[in-house]
């Protein structure tokens, strides 16, 4: 990146697709600890372009995507949490799959893509969004706090992926 104004933050569509797989791709490869990244499953990325269920926002340098953060807006994907914390009267969806390419990291990028995902998120008028985390990871548990996500409850998900789950309310 050159410079900063040649970052492009969009929602990504179809065409996208590769340009997602490969990143994901980057990141698994990368990650410094297994338990903070938990594996997606098919159900999950066969959903990744139907915006009934999934939404992404991804930040491009040039052409190449560098970052992604999802909203989840199926009950598949936050049932589970939303049970635990006892907000099943509450509207909801999940803010995940937050990722950036481990070249870019530490420069606000993701910062910026979960701003306009936060604004994307206000139209579906929520009562909050819910995030997952792991206690330690401490990249993920900042930029969350950041966007006001407090500490709701925990979880082990998958049977061995301890999360802490996070509410942003809405209203
Ligand atoms: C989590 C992740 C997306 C953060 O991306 P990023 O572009 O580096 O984040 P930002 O630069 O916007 O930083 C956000 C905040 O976290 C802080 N931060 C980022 N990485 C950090 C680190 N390794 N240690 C401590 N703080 C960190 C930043 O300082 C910033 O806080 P500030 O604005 O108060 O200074 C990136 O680390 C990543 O892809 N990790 C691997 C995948 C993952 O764990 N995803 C989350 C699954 S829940």
């Known amino acids: 990146m050159e410079n ?8 990504l569509d179809m065409t996208d697709e590769p340009s ?21 499953s098919n159900a999950s990325k066969e959903h990744f372009f139907d915006e009934t269920w999934t939404v992404f926002y991804g930040a491009f340098d040039k052409d190449e995507l560098i970052g992604t953060v999802g909203l989840f807006l199926n009950e598949n994907e936050y049932g589970e949490s ?23 990291r530490r420069k606000g990028i993701t910062s910026k893509i979960m701003k306009e995902m936060m604004d994307y998120a ?7 969004l819910l995030a997952t985390a ?23 998900k998958s049977c061995d992926y301890e999360r802490d789950i996070l509410i942003r309310r809405m209203k």
């Open 122 to 128: 206000t139209q579906f008028e929520l009562d909050a």
């Open 20 to 40: 997602l797989e490969r990143l994901i791709d980057v990141v698994e490869s990368n990650l410094n600890d297994r338990r903070l990244w938990l594996p997606i």
């Open 82 to 104: 939303q049970k635990e914390i006892h907000f099943e009267k509450y509207k909801i969806a999940e803010i995940g799959r937050i990722m950036c390419h481990p070249d870019y």
């Open 4 to 11: 900063k104004s040649d970052l492009v933050i969009r929602k």
């Open 134 to 156: 792991h206690p330690q990871n401490t990249a993920s548990q900042k930029l969350l706090a950041k966007y006001g996500f407090k500490k709701e409850g925990h979880i082990i």
